[in-house]
């Protein structure tokens, strides 16, 4: 643990006190979380961090805002891209500003803006 207080003293400080991470630098730290074994609060831990902060930087390298080294070991899981469903076309608006209820030889012109209630009343009504 001694190396790694010795390195942590290296890495900048900001006006406010707080660490300065450089970018590759987060990138190796996501990178070390994603080693078999490895856990976000015990790479957190070792680098003097809060395990959220590397989760932030892991949903950053996700994002990607971040790119990760290649470590050696490091292991990959196989990704799979799921084909986005295709989306309905929309049905075409009618620039009409009245309803047409038909039934038989009937037809009841209502305006567009007549409430949907009135519209089931009279189209129950024609039914009959």
């Known amino acids: ?6 390195f942590l003293a290296s890495v900048p ?6 660490r300065n991470w450089p970018p590759e630098l987060k990138a190796r730290i996501v990178a070390e979380t994603l080693l078999e074994g490895e856990t976000v609060k015990a790479v957190a831990k070792r680098y003097e961090l ?10 950053m390298a996700r994002q990607g805002k971040l790119v990760l080294p290649n470590l050696d070991g490091m292991d990959f899981v196989p990704v799979e891209i799921e084909v986005p469903a295709p989306v309905a076309e929309p049905l075409p608006v009618t620039s009409s500003s009245t309803i047409d209820l038909i039934r038989g030889d009937v037809t009841v012109r209502l305006d567009a803006g007549t409430p949907a209630a009135r519209i089931a009343d009279i189209a129950r009504a024609l039914a009959t």
Do not use: L, Q, Y
């Open 1 to 6: 643990m001694g190396a790694i207080s010795e």
């Open 13 to 18: 400080r900001r006006a406010d006190g707080k």
């Open 50 to 59: 809060i395990p959220s902060t590397v989760s932030d930087w892991r949903r």
